[in-house]
């Protein structure tokens, strides 16, 4: 690098040496490509989708008009949405509890001196693996009319022979399934996360812990927990973005249409039919995309919040 | 430590068992319907295991529709191309972000904060039209390019360049190396463990992907795996069981075959595997 030092030398006024403009221009160089990506298809995107919630979309004609605030009107008149938006909420409600319990129970027991742990993790991840189209699947087949799971409740006789409840067509219980499908499927991916922060947790915590004779339990609720209190935030808020914006299961389940009787029909789910769907109406399923995220983001803040002033105490 | 069998630890074992069958429970249904005859399906057959279990739906399924290795090799192609690209774009944006010094670093570094929070559902309607103004829908460009960056991976790799440490880079200098050498010959091969976990999930990413494909894909010549099975069961709407967990069973095995061949690289990667 003697060029540089050479510049460094001979440059004695003020401003940035041939050195540092090297630097700086690695410095973009190694930036530029991703900023460009992410510019375009998050940044750009992101106020194009705000353009088209204030517009009528007509993707045939390829015309956009404008229509002020229309779309943002016809959100409080629409009951759909508000159907939509009650599955997406309970939704959530229910799963990101489960997966978040069962994460950590899982990959702290886990974390432990078991044998065979090895192999408990081969299998714990074979869900992340797997596509959400084939799990949807699965789950579709494990839960039909004549499938295991019906099959096992008769023989446990929690059902008459012969009548297998419809899980997959019943307005009562197929949002259910989608919830059972998507904690299970999701676990995995929250008990990696937790352990590869178990693995940084000083083994001194838990032999302090022992020294006061603490007892399995009481180390995982006053050493395991409290230690793992930062990856907990990021689980949840992984947790909300995942569960408000789920997709692809309960599209594959009701193959499109948010069915039985819109009792599948997600948030995400109602954007695709409005956008792509024979409604044609690109500009008002926009806005509700927004709304979406920005109720995302009010949870995630919130949940952040409660999370950070928690571990003051 | 005494091997002692305390309550606790029975506990934990039966915890890890139930959990290892929960986990298997719907995998072995897969494959034990994916070889069994239809009737046997919806007569209600409890058994894992039949006597008249056959290859008969995998016949099937590639005798009707030759689609299914055409799918595969898209997925592969797709999920490939993308993450190698991913590798270089998010490790030199993660280093520059970290290592070199520029105006406008911080700037750029907080406008990308602001990007990762908006939620990727939102882009979807945009991401199609903008794609639709490149003429890039029904290409594989399509699911390549949007996602051809990663900026939670930026920021991981940026984590990482920034506890690397600094006398390596220096070392490297004064041994004549540029700044380019310096990256691509010493600070990335040191990366490794942090690149080949955001590969292993990119990677999975981009072969779990089913929404753009969904959005963007109109010739089925060009669907991905995950597109092809979907309309495959549509198609057979939960009749024909056993050939759709054939087919689910053909998606999800050279998957789950890689993954044990590069699971201990996997665990190493995020410091799983219980060295400490």
Known sequence: ?313 | MKKKMTVGRILMYAILILYAFITLYPFLWMVSASFKPLREIVGGNMGLFSENMSLESYKTIFGHSSLFPRWFLNSLIIATVGTVINVFLNSMAGYSLSRLHFPGRNRIYHALLVLMMVPGQVLLIPNYLLLKQFNMLDTFSALILPAAANIANIFLMRQFFVNFPRDVEEAAEIDGLSRYGVFFRIAMPLARPTIATTAIFGFMGFWNEFTKPMLYMKTNTKYTLTLGLQSFQSQNGGTMWNQVMAAACISVAPIILLYLIFNKFFLVGLRMDGEK
Not at chain 1, 126 to 155: E, W
Request: hydrophobic content about 50%.
């Open chain 1, 1 to 313: 690098m003697s060029g540089g030092t050479q510049a460094a030398v001979k440059t004695g006024r003020k401003g940035p040496t041939k050195r540092q403009l090297q630097e700086w221009r690695q410095g973009y160089l190694f930036l530029a490509p991703a900023v460009i990506v992410v510019g375009v298809f998050i940044g750009l995107s992101a106020l194009f989708v705000l353009y088209l919630s204030f517009h009528k979309v007509n993707l045939f004609t390829d015309t956009y008009t404008f229509v002020a605030l229309d779309n943002y009107k016809r959100l409080f008149t629409d009951e759909i949405a508000r159907k939509a938006l009650m599955n997406s909420l309970s939704f959530a409600i229910v799963v990101i509890p489960c997966q978040t319990i069962i994460a950590l129970v899982v990959a702290s027991v886990l974390n432990g001196k078991i044998r065979g742990r090895y192999a408990f993790r081969t299998i714990y991840f074979l869900p992340t693996l797997t596509s959400s189209s084939a799990l949807t699947l699965i789950f579709m087949f494990m839960f039909s009319v004549t499938g295991p799971i019906n099959m096992m409740l008769i023989k446990m006789g929690v059902l008459p022979v012969g009548e297998g409840i419809n899980f997959l067509n019943d307005p009562s219980f197929a949002l259910k399934v989608i919830m059972v499908m998507n904690i299970w499927s999701t676990v995995p991916q929250y008990t990696t996360m937790y352990l590869a922060s178990l693995q940084d947790l000083p083994a001194s915590l838990y032999e302090a812990a022992d020294i006061d004779g603490a007892g399995t339990w009481k180390k995982f609720t006053s050493v395991t927990v409290p230690y793992l209190k930062p990856i907990t935030t990021y689980v949840l808020l992984t947790g909300i973005i995942g569960t408000l914006q789920m997709f692809d299961q309960a599209y594959i389940f009701s193959n499109g249409s948010g069915g039985p009787a819109n009792s599948t029909l997600t948030v995400s789910l109602m954007v695709y039919r409005y956008a792509f769907g024979s409604n044609n109406a690109m500009g008002y399923a926009s806005t509700v995309a927004i709304i979406l995220a920005v109720v995302i983001m009010i949870v995630s803040f919130i949940s952040e919040k409660l999370n950070a002033s928690e571990s003051l105490y």
